[in-house]
């Protein structure tokens, strides 16, 4: 984000609703595709895995070879309900359409897809500013092969000499998310995308790579000057590959757009590419011509009818979703709003650290600060970190028994090493000083500075620090400091 | 003979389809086309709102199969009929413009 603004500056924005010149207003929709967590792809039995060698996870029904034919793939159907639920969206009865084009990523020369009966409808996401955002539809479809255009000038598109493709990812199961256009500035689709893609990580249903390809965004933008009511010709914007170029993309097409009407010109309907080394979009293609589709019921997929039950059942899987993660940690912080240590706390891999905690009553500041902090620098953990472990080392500095800074090491010993805090205390050498151990100590430190243990035995409290100072350092830091504390104020006032 | 679509729409369809037809042809297809759709509008003109939407013909619903990996083909059978390869690819002529 921060780069993003940056780079952002010459145009005068900060991707903040006020972005545009005075008296106009951004209207933007988003459609992001995200692919789903199954084993295999969504009408065949081939393995649904990134990064594999070329052509090797590939079968007759994904390589569209005659005599094939689909048939869905239950996992996939319940990760698609699941995002429908988690989007607040009505899970209904649904069929299956093909989308018919000729492009070589697609051998079968159509794309199926759901058209006028999608599997979710008429949803919303809240985002953590408080905004709503409608949610039109969430509906399930196959991604296509990846082509790479060899030789020509850069590698571009134009003047390439051959495509060369690769279906291994032609089939693999995807949710297309389209969202109402109510995203008003660019900062807010950057919101919109980033709780889409923690709230589809949270329950499961993708990995949320955008680098990989795995959620992919495309953006449709038009502007309006503020108080008109019908929507201006809009622009799709493709090749969003990061939350940066989402930003970046959708300022500059708002901006070209606006200076297009100040100029007297009208804008037309296309799709657009953003370019993110030059910084702006290019027309592709006019949209009316290349958008005619001719879609019709795929006759080799019968209709989806979810029971009740079947839905339940899943709604019983979700899970907590960020919001309401969020709301539970500014809930025991006794805050109102949220702030970047709870951002980090509910992600997928932190916050089942921070439920146990706080589930065993352990104190929500140090939990935050703990998973957000320390836990947070350690990630990824390893599978067998037992979350446990965590709580037991909450337990342990909560109690006195370890100090804040004996508690940090001994989690990354544990990470490090995969064993119980106790043992990586003992390991580390901090087990606990007694009272009688630290008695003796102060007492030390006393007799070697008398002149400031007089100080503070009269009142100078701030000499407090430098007693506390001599015995960490005596005691290599094992002390705890509250019994350090308790132990000097008791022996000031005995003597 | 009614004409429900007109031989410009007949060829922007081929075009779509990539079918070459000649004008001959667009126009006979017009005319077949629009007798087609005239009996589409017959049965559009009947009151069936108390009828459920066929969806499917078979009546069935719900089929899936467990999300459980098969093996497919080895990437020499899937490239054995490419036109031509490379880099363990299907290689063709470019495309001008992206797809969807
Ligand atoms: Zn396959």
Not at chain 1, 264 to 281: L, N, P
Not at chain 1, 411 to 420: D, P, Y
Not at chain 1, 449 to 478: C, D, H, Y
Request: charged residues 25%; glycine residues 6%; contains cysteine.
């Amino acid at each position: 984000m921060a780069n993003a603004e940056t780079d952002l500056k010459d145009l005068g924005v900060r991707g903040e609703s006020d972005f545009l010149p005075d008296g106009w207003e951004l209207v933007c929709g988003l459609e992001v595709h995200t692919e789903l967590k199954t084993k295999t792809k969504l009408f065949c039995g081939c393995a649904n895995v990134f990064g594999a060698q070329a052509n090797t996870n590939v079968c007759p029904t994904c390589l569209g070879l005659p005599g094939s034919l689909p048939v869905l793939n239950e996992r996939a159907l319940e990760i698609a309900a699941m995002i429908g639920l988690a989007l607040s969206a009505k899970v209904q009865a649904s069929i299956f359409h093909r989308k018919n084009y000729f492009y070589p990523d697609m051998p079968k020369d159509f794309q199926i897809s759901q058209y006028d009966i999608p599997l979710n409808a008429d949803g919303y996401l809240i985002l953590p500013s408080g905004k709503r955002i409608g949610i039109e539809r969430a509906h399930v479809e196959e991604d296509t092969g990846k082509i790479t255009h060899l030789g020509g000038a850069s590698g571009r598109i134009h003047g390439a000499e051959r495509a060369l493709i690769d279906y291994n990812r032609s089939g693999v199961p995807l949710v297309e998310i389209v969202s109402r256009p109510d995203i008003a500035s660019p900062e807010e689709a950057r919101e919109y995308v980033s709780e889409l893609r923690s709230t589809l990580v949270a329950i499961g249903a993708s990995d949320g790579k955008m680098e990989e390809g795995s959620l992919r965004v495309d953006a449709n933008v038009s502007v309006r000057p503020i108080g008109e009511t019908p929507f201006r010709t809009r622009c799709e914007i493709k090749n969003l590959n990061s939350l940066r170029s989402l930003v970046r993309a959708i300022t500059f097409e708002a901006h070209r757009q606006v200076a297009a009407y100040l100029a007297g010109e009208k804008v037309t309907q296309q799709t657009r590419h953003w370019d993110e080394s030059a910084g702006r979009t290019v027309a592709l293609r006019n949209k009316e011509e290349a958008e005619d589709y001719r879609y019709f019921p795929e006759p080799d997929l019968v209709p989806l009818r979810p029971s009740e039950e079947w839905i339940e059942g899943l709604r019983s899987q979700l899970g907590e979703l960020p919001k309401e993660r969020r709301a539970r940690l500014v809930e025991s912080l006794g805050l109102t709003d949220t702030n970047d240590q709870i951002e980090t706390a509910i992600s997928v891999e932190l916050y089942p650290f921070a439920r146990s905690a706080l589930a065993a009553g352990l104190d929500p500041k140090i939990t935050v600060a703990r998973c957000a902090n320390e836990l947070a620098s350690l990630a990824p953990l390893d599978e067998s970190f037992e979350i446990s472990w965590f709580v037991e080392l909450l337990r342990m500095e909560t109690n006195g028994e370890v100090s804040a800074t004996q508690a940090k090491s001994i989690l990354a010993e544990v990470a490090k090493n995969l064993i119980s805090p106790k043992a990586a205390q003992e390991r580390l050498g901090f087990s606990q000083l007694t009272d009688d151990q630290l008695t003796k100590t102060i007492n030390e430190a006393i007799l070697q500075n008398p002149k400031e243990w007089e100080r503070f035995r009269t009142g100078e409290a701030q000499l407090q620090g430098f007693f506390v100072g001599k015995i960490m350092k005596a005691t290599s830091g094992k002390a705890d400091g509250k019994a350090v504390v308790r132990i000097l104020l008791a022996t000031a006032e005995q003597r | 003979m009614s004409s429900r679509i007109s031989p410009k729409e007949v060829a922007h369809v081929a075009m779509l389809a990539r079918l070459s037809l000649t004008d001959e042809e667009a126009e006979l297809y017009a005319s077949q086309l629009s007798s087609v759709l005239d009996h589409a509008s017959d049965i559009e003109s009947l009151d069936i709102h108390d009828l459920e939407v066929t969806a499917h013909p078979l009546g069935l619903v719900n089929r899936t199969r467990s999300d459980s990996v098969v093996s497919g083909l080895s990437q020499a059978e899937a490239l054995s009929q490419a036109p031509d390869e490379a880099q363990g690819m299907f290689s063709v002529p470019p495309v001008l413009g992206e797809p969807s």
